[in-house]
């Protein structure tokens, strides 16, 4: 545990060029969003009572949740399996985790139509436990609380370190305290995202017949539960690489070698899942020259590609392969996810793998993207800023150290 | 010849009808048949000019000569006086003047001297049990006698539902076999039912043939287009309520005093071809069933006239709402793609993509650059 | 040491409540018919196509017109259900033969896609929801109500929903979901027993009694006395007496059309708010599978981060 890095507040001019960009686009999507409150959702969005999700649903919540997953997948290598090595990437891991189910939950505030009605929502008598969207909403809510409170110790450690003295005593103060809890809260951190993701995939299982049935399986929970970690790691990887180069953080590659083995393992559990589903129930009638069957194979690819980049020699040491790899995993997560929930989803329904005749049809409006985009931007500004005012991303001092090289070559020589 | 049927309509000699008169019934016919206006001055001025009247026999069987007293029953100009003005009716039973052996004897003549060239009008159905022997004119049957006056007739025409299909006496269970003239001769005639068919569809008819030597257009069961193709559903005045759902639910009740929509008591209009909405019946606004406050009774059409009780209703024929239905997957505004949010989405997927390889070559760089 | 105790304490708290709620929601049986459901049949064979339903709706809905210029004229026309609209009629077919007029409208189902995703039971079955609306009894009619107060407009039962019954109110700040609720506003006094309950607009005016309205069970022997009176005259399935797990309102047709020509969906005996529960539930094990997870994972957890600290 010597190699170990603390992590330290960037700091830094906090309105710089980037983050005056970054909070422009959101300015645009707050006044959409405010256009919406107003108005409704008809007047800023193409949703209908056919494509009654929109883009918002399937890529600000689910989406966005997957990406955030990497707080729940380095959690699990660093806390419960041990892995002490893990502990750099945690903190930013959480901080993007928090970021993005928080933009995630008020997105979904953006969509409701009667928003003002989820004070309910905590209120326990009122709970139909049918409803996997009840179990996403409780388990998501009570999750961005977690995560927070996963992110106080750098806000604290940030505070015991600060010149004020107040807010240092305060920091020095309730640290220790959180760090003595934290073990419970982390365990939280664990349980609750592996209910959620499952069941985010346990939500699309009731519209059955209007999704085609190559996407629609009982294993739906299973397979976005995987996907979500397989997205999760990539979007670590992803992160740490981009601070590394903006930042300078420390990247440790024997990490990334050892998890891309993880990853890889996910990416290939996930495909033999899918494939394995729809061989084994008699799904493979449904393959053929159509748009569904390209679409299945690109998923496909999309986590194989990843898969076997990971897998070989110059995937885990080559930085840049390693990062297109982790991109592409996020791409095969996300794409499964859109496709799940809109692309492959026919309001009318499918039969033999063709789609009935609805007479709806859906492209997202400018308002929709734009909120999705300036959401997004948001959640990298506030990352920016956290990481800039407290103790987040580990930077490396030694900024010419190769160590992570020679340990990439120590991990796969044996 | 012509003195013959001058003396048979002796007592309904028209009464001093003006031309102007005259020229605007015959204009009215004209759009009746579906013609244009300068056909009606056409038909007054051939009928005025002509030589020769067509001849036109004119045969009674089982029936009310409803048809006849409504066709006399005309009201001003007397459109009764002036069909038999403009053709000249050789042998007609309840007109004639004459009986017994001279009628019978005006009869043969007529129709030997204008074989090939009259008109023959059949009122009343023909009975066919029993070798027809329910009815008898002059030692004939009807059916001997409508065969052999159609065997050398110009045209034959079946005025009334009785002549057309049957009418009131085919109805269940016919004790004497009552048919209609198509049905005995076996081939399709020119057929105007109604009980009692109204007297302009007859004068539309007469004067198209005595203008233009034509036939209007038929539907297959002989029926004039112009008269007969839509129902009375179609063109009924108490169509609005039928749209907005405002049905009488028994006679007398407020929705029936509020002239709704008699559908639910029995009407047939749905399924009754006919004009008796767009022709006033003897050009008396208002006297037909359903603007009396009765359903239509389906009085025109086989099967129905006569033969479903009055309170049943049946579906619609051909459901022409306002508007036309909305399909089973109708079209719901269908969201046209705006090229700026296709732009827009195009943009940001592709700087994802872009920013995805300029980093990962980038990272490979450094890598090299350090190895 | 204390606090964390006291943590553990709170964590087996809000473990046991979870572990009775899941618990209560593993048991999840198919849900039979109930003796008292009320329902509707509607059979397309008599259907005239004359939609005083549809504007009988209207007026006892209170909806406004769905006003759509035509022809010269303004018609409250509407193409589909929406949310002006909670009854509309169809037509399938070019007039010919198989022409059939399609009644669409809520179909009030034995085991409701859109009850089972509620997530606070706004969309409820009546006397089986989270709580009753003022006209609301337990009397086990079937009809599926909509509780506007317990609705965060989450559209969840738009997707859940086999039949694309349920609608919203996309241009308003403050919209709801729209749906036909069997006119049970309307009770007819005159009645008694269950029929009393609810007085569905569209069977009071029907002119030929294509739908009628009454207890599912009687509904079924009605339809299944016009099956055998006349089988060369129909369809000889009734829909929504097993289709996804039955509805109450039921659906007759010609013979030579099928019931998906009309838009009706092709389902499978299971209910999708059985299948879909009984998978997302199943590896819960009664709320067992998450305590004991959480458990296990704390310990694991501060063990590891104990030997950590021994470690540095």
Not at chain 1, 18 to 44: D, E, H, K, S
Not at chain 2, 95 to 107: D, N, P, R
Not at chain 3, 8 to 16: D, F, I, R, S, T
């Amino acid at each position: 545990m010597s190699g170990h890095h603390h992590p330290r507040a960037i700091g830094g001019k906090l309105l710089d060029r980037p983050m005056q960009i970054l909070l422009a686009i959101f300015g645009v999507a707050a006044a959409t969003m405010a256009y919406r409150f107003a108005r409704g959702l008809g007047p800023v969005s193409n949703m209908t009572d056919g494509f009654t999700w929109g883009i918002w649903e399937p890529v600000n919540v689910v989406v966005f949740t997957g990406i955030g997953a990497g707080a729940y997948g380095v959690g699990l290598l660093a806390y419960l399996l041990n892995r002490g090595r893990y502990h750099p990437l945690v903190r930013p891991a959480v901080l993007v985790g928090a970021i993005a189910y928080t933009l995630g939950a008020s997105s979904i505030l953006v969509a409701l139509g009667r928003y003002w009605n989820s004070y309910w929502l905590p209120w326990l008598p009122y709970w139909n436990l049918g409803s996997a969207l009840l179990e996403v909403a409780i388990c998501v809510l009570s999750y961005v609380l977690v995560l927070w409170i996963e992110v106080m110790p750098s806000v604290l450690e940030g505070a015991a370190a600060s010149q004020a003295s107040g807010w240092a005593s305060f920091g020095r103060r309730y640290g220790p305290l959180l760090d003595k809890a934290m073990p419970y809260v982390i365990a939280l951190a664990i349980l609750l995202p592996t209910m959620h993701q499952s069941s985010l995939g346990g939500l699309m299982l009731i519209a059955g017949p209007k999704i085609h049935p190559l996407w629609h399986t009982a294993l739906l929970p299973a397979l976005f539960l995987v996907s979500c970690l397989s997205m999760g790691y990539g979007a670590v990887v992803v992160l740490v690489n981009l601070l590394r180069v903006t930042w300078k953080a420390k990247q440790d590659q024997a990490l990334f070698a050892e998890m891309s083995k993880v990853n890889a393992g996910l990416l290939l559990l996930y495909v033999v899942l899918r494939v394995g589903d729809v061989a084994l129930h008699g799904k493979l009638r449904y393959l053929g020259a159509n748009f569904a069957t390209l679409l299945f194979l690109f998923e496909l690819a999309l986590f194989l590609v990843p898969a076997v980049l990971f897998l070989t020699r110059r995937g885990q040491q080559d930085r840049g392969l390693h990062f297109g790899a982790a991109a592409l995993a996020i791409a095969g997560g996300a794409f499964y996810r859109v496709d799940t929930y809109l692309t492959m989803y026919r309001p009318a329904g499918w039969t033999d793998g063709r789609a009935n005749p609805g007479g709806w049809d859906y492209f997202p409006s400018l308002g929709e993207t734009v909120v999705t985009v300036g959401m997004a931007a948001l959640g990298i500004a506030v990352f920016i800023l956290v990481s800039r005012l407290f103790p987040v991303v580990v930077v490396d001092d030694q900024q010419t150290s190769n160590l992570g090289g020679a340990d990439v070559r120590a991990a796969t020589s044996h | 010849m012509h003195n013959t049927g001058s003396d048979m309509i002796a007592e309904l000699e028209t009464k001093g009808v003006s031309r102007r008169d005259f020229v605007k019934v015959c204009t009215i016919a004209a759009g009746a048949v579906g013609l244009p206006a300068w056909a009606g001055e056409k038909m007054a001025e051939t009928v005025e000019t002509a030589k020769r009247k067509p001849s036109v026999i004119w045969l009674h069987f089982q029936e009310c000569t409803g048809c006849t007293e409504s066709l006399l029953r005309t009201s001003h100009p007397d459109l009764g006086a002036l069909i038999l003005d403009l053709i000249s009716v050789d042998y007609h039973e309840t007109l004639a003047a004459a009986a017994g052996y001279q009628i019978e004897k005006s009869l043969e003549d007529a129709t030997r001297e204008n074989k090939g060239k009259y008109v023959l009008v059949v009122e009343g159905a023909i009975p066919v049990k029993e070798n027809g022997i329910y009815c008898r004119v002059a030692g004939k049957t009807a059916v001997e006698t409508v065969k052999r006056y159609a065997a050398d007739a110009a045209a034959v025409i079946a005025i009334g539902s009785c002549a057309s299909w049957g009418g009131v006496p085919s109805a269940s269970p016919n004790p004497t076999g009552a048919s209609g003239v198509s049905a005995v001769l076996g081939r399709t005639v020119l057929t105007l039912p109604g009980c009692p068919a109204n007297p302009y569809n007859l004068l539309g008819t007469v004067l198209q043939y005595a203008t233009f030597g034509t036939l209007p257009k038929l539907d297959e069961k002989g029926r004039p287009e112009f008269a007969y193709k839509r129902v009375i559903h179609d063109d009924c005045p108490r169509r609005a309520h039928f749209d907005n759902g405002r049905f009488a639910k028994q006679f007398g009740d407020e929705g029936h005093r509020q002239g709704w929509c008699l559908y639910q008591l029995g009407c047939k209009g749905p399924q009754t071809h006919a004009n008796c909405s767009l022709l006033d019946y003897c050009e008396t606004p208002g006297a037909w069933p359903i603007g009396i406050g009765h359903p239509c009774v389906g009085c025109t059409e086989q099967g129905i006239g006569f033969n479903v009780p009055i309170g049943v209703n049946l579906p619609i024929e051909r459901p022409t709402a306002p508007m036309a239905y909305p399909g089973i997957h109708p079209e719901h505004g269908v969201v046209s793609a705006s090229p700026v949010a296709v732009g827009v989405g195009g943009a940001v997927i592709g700087a994802l993509v872009g920013a995805a390889v300029v980093a990962s070559k980038k990272l490979s760089a450094e890598d090299s650059r350090k190895e | 040491m204390r606090l964390s105790r006291r943590d553990l304490l709170k964590g087996a708290a809000v473990a046991g409540a979870a572990t009775a709620l899941a618990a209560e929601a593993e048991a999840r049986e198919p849900v039979p018919g109930r003796p008292d459901a009320l329902g509707m049949l509607f059979d397309s064979t008599l259907c005239v196509g004359c939609r005083a339903c549809q504007t009988a709706c209207k007026a006892a809905n209170d909806l406004p017109a769905d006003a759509v210029a035509a022809g010269g004229g303004v018609y409250d026309a509407p193409s589909d259900l929406n949310a002006t609209t909670k009854n509309v009629i169809k037509s399938f077919g070019d007039g010919g033969a198989r022409h059939q007029y399609m009644k669409q409208q809520c179909m009030h189902c034995v085991d409701p896609s859109c009850v089972s995703v509620c997530m606070m039971g706004a969309l409820h079955k009546e006397g089986e929801g989270k709580r009753l609306l003022d006209f609301e009894q337990k009397n086990g009619s079937g009809v599926v109500l909509y509780d506007k107060g317990l609705c965060v407009g989450c559209r969840y039962c738009q997707i859940g929903c086999a039949f694309n019954v349920p609608k919203f109110e996309w241009n308003d700040a403050l919209p709801r979901i729209v749906k036909c609720e069997l006119c049970r506003h309307r009770g007819d006094p005159r009645k008694t027993g269950p029929l009393a309950v609810a007085n569905p607009a569209c069977c009071e005016v029907c002119p030929r009694g294509a739908i009628v309205f009454g207890r599912r069970e009687e509904l079924l022997a009605k339809a299944r006395a016009r099956l055998a009176g006349d089988p060369g005259r129909y369809n000889p399935r009734i829909f929504g007496e097993t289709d996804g797990g039955g509805t109450q309102v039921l659906y007759l047709t010609a013979a030579g059309v099928s019931f998906q020509d009309l838009g009706l969906p092709s389902l499978p005996e299971e209910s999708s708010a059985h299948f879909s529960e009984t998978v997302s539930h199943a590896p819960y094990l009664h709320g067992v599978t998450p305590v004991a997870l959480y458990a296990a994972m704390a310990f694991v957890i501060s063990r590891n981060k104990k030997k950590e600290g021994e470690g540095q």
